[in-house]
C-alpha cells in the first residue's frame, strides 16, 4: 500500500516534446510497455546512468549515442530489462534504435534506448519493432500521464510531477515522470525518470542543472540497498519557450529553473520510496552536526538500509538500539557516541550516547503508529547534514520479489 498523497497532478505538456505509448506484448498481454518520446531538433538533452558496473545494454548504448548525435527520440521498454544479456542484448538494443530511426528519418544513433524489467531475458525485438508505428501514430504532448502508467513494473500507481515558474517575462513548464519500487539504492536507483522543459538551455548548463536536482533527490533514496543494472534519468531542455538561451549557471532565470527541476525531482524521487514494494511507512533519516556531507549520508545510508531498523518500523516498534547500533556501523572514524543525540520525530529518544532521560516507551510508540516518521541523527561533530528517504521492510516485499518471475 503506498505511503502518503501518490495523486498524479495535472500534467502539464511541455512544448517541443510529444509522447506515443502502446500495447507491444514485450512481457505481458493487454499492457502499455511500449513509450516513445519526440524531442524538438535543437532540443538540449542530459543523462544520468546507473553506477553498476553490470549495467545494462540500453545503458551501455545511450552513453554511446550521446556522444555521437544530438538525441531525438526515446524508445522505453516494460517488462524486459535487457540486462546481462550480453552482445546479443547490445544487438537487441541497436535493433530497437535502429527500427524507430528507419520510421521516422533520423540516425539510429539519434535515438535513446531504455528498458526496465527482467534481468538476463532477451528483448524480444521484433515485437518491440512491431509497436514502434503505433506509438508513433500516437505522438502528442499531452500523454505525460499515459506515459507515467506505460513505464510502471512493480509500481502500483504512475508517478508525475509538473511545476510551471514565470521569470524574466517568460512562464517555463518542467514535467516529468519516473517509474521504481524495488532495487532501489542512490547512485541511480531501479528507476528510470524523465523529465522535460521548455527552456532554452545550453548543454553544459543542463548537465550541471541535472546532476544538482540528481544528488538531492535520486541519489537521496533506498528501499532495499540494491542499485539496478538499468538505472536511468534524463533531463530535457526543448527550447520552445523562445527564452534567450541560458548560457551560464548563474543568473535569474537559471536560479528559477533550478529550484523549479530541484522540486520536480524531489517529489519523483520520494514517490518512489512511498511506493516502495509493500511499503507501509515513509521514512525520513536527517543526519545533522556531521563533519562533513559524506559522513552524513553514511550514516543515513547505514540505518536506511538496516533489515533490523526497517523491519523495527514496519512492527511499530521503537527499538531505538537498532538506529544506534546502524549510527555505530557507518565506519565513522573517532566517533563520540557520548555526544550522540536521536530523536524520532520531535521524541528525543537517545541523548548523551544512551537512552534519554526524559524518554518512555510510550512515547516512541506513539510515534510509531505513524505512517511518515523522521529519524534525527545529531552526531556533534560539526556543521554538515544531509536527508535520506527510506521505507520499511514488510511481508509483502519479501512476497514481490520472492514471486517476481512468476
Known amino acids: ?208 542543472m541535472l546532476k544538482a536536482a540528481v544528488n538531492q533527490s535520486f541519489n537521496r533514496i533506498t528501499i532495499d540497498g540494491d542499485t539496478s543494472t538499468n538505472d536511468s534519468c534524463v533531463l530535457i531542455a526543448s527550447g520552445a519557450a523562445g527564452n534567450p538561451v541560458v548560457e551560464v549557471a548563474s543568473g535569474e532565470v537559471f536560479e528559477a529553473l533550478q529550484a523549479a527541476v530541484n522540486r520536480v525531482f524531489a517529489r519523483l524521487a520520494q514517490l518512489i520510496v512511498r511506493d516502495g514494494e509493500g511499503a507501509t511507512k515513509f521514512m525520513t533519516v536527517q543526519v545533522e552536526e556531521g563533519a562533513d556531507t559524506q559522513e552524513c549520508c553514511d550514516v543515513a545510508y547505514s540505518i536506511a538500509h538496516s533489515p533490523l531498523v526497517k523491519t523495527a518500523f514496519f512492527a511499530s516498534d521503537p527499538n531505538w538500539g537498532r538506529i544506534v547500533a546502524a549510527i555505530g556501523n557507518a565506519g565513522l572514524v573517532g566517533l563520540d557516541a557520548s555526544r550522540v543525540r536521536v530523536y524520532l520525530n520531535q521524541v528525543c529518544i537517545v541523548d548523551n550516547g544512551g537512552r534519554a532521560p526524559a524518554y518512555t516507551e510510550e512515547q516512541g510508540a506513539e510515534v510509531m503508529k505513524e505512517a511518515e516518521i523522521t529519524i534525527r541523527v545529531c552526531l556533534g561533530r560539526g556543521d554538515a547534514r544531509d536527508t535520506v528517504y527510506t521505507c520499511d521492510f514488510s511481508y509483502d516485499y519479501v512476497k514481490i520479489n520472492a514471486d517476481y518471475r512468476s
Open 1 to 208: 500500500m503506498p505511503v502518503g498523497n501518490l495523486d498524479m497532478p495535472v500534467m502539464r505538456p511541455v512544448r517541443g516534446v510529444r509522447i506515443g505509448i502502446t500495447e507491444a506484448g514485450i512481457r505481458y498481454r493487454q499492457r502499455r510497455d511500449l513509450t516513445v518520446f519526440e524531442i524538438a531538433e535543437g532540443a538540449a538533452v542530459s543523462a544520468v546512468f546507473t553506477q553498476n558496473a553490470y549495467c545494462a545494454a540500453p545503458v551501455l548504448l545511450c552513453r554511446e549515442h550521446l556522444t555521437q548525435t544530438a538525441p531525438r527520440y526515446l524508445v522505453i521498454n516494460t517488462g524486459n530489462a535487457n540486462a546481462g544479456t550480453g552482445t546479443v542484448g547490445m544487438d537487441n538494443a541497436r535493433a530497437s534504435c535502429a527500427a524507430l530511426a528507419a520510421l521516422t528519418g533520423v540516425k539510429a544513433s539519434a535515438v535513446l534506448p531504455f528498458s526496465t524489467g527482467v534481468i538476463g531475458e532477451h528483448l524480444p525485438v521484433d515485437r518491440l519493432a512491431a509497436g514502434l508505428p503505433a506509438a508513433l501514430a500516437g505522438l502528442d504532448e499531452n500523454r505525460w500521464a499515459d506515459a507515467a502508467a506505460g513505464i510502471m513494473t512493480t509500481d502500483t500507481l504512475p508517478k508525475g510531477a509538473s511545476e510551471q515558474v514565470d521569470v524574466a517575462g517568460h512562464v517555463f513548464t518542467i514535467t516529468g515522470i519516473s517509474k521504481g519500487a524495488g532495487m532501489i539504492r542512490p547512485n541511480m536507483a531501479t528507476m528510470l525518470g524523465f523529465v522535460a522543459t521548455d527552456a532554452a538551455v545550453a548543454p553544459a548548463v543542463l548537465d550541471v
